[in-house]
């Protein structure tokens, strides 16, 4: 799969949910696996963004989801 740019919080719970379920994976297994809430995978699916960064980022792990990151361009040194 190519790199996907994540721009708004709801663009990374999408590719989260879009993950989970091609894996075949419910929420209640990935609860389990986990050990996050069912209700707070539902919220980081659905783009809250009070979602703590440690969990969102666990999820990401136990899903195999890799997040790079890509700091501003200096204009002034370009």
Known sequence: MPP???TEVASLGAV?????KNMKITQDELSL???I???TIRSIEKGKETAHVGLVLQLCQDLGVSISLT???DKDKA
């Open 4 to 6: 996907i740019q994540v």
């Open 16 to 20: 989260l949910r879009e993950t989970r």
């Open 33 to 35: 696996q986990t050990g």
């Open 37 to 39: 809430s069912k209700p």
């Open 71 to 73: 700091p501003p361009v």
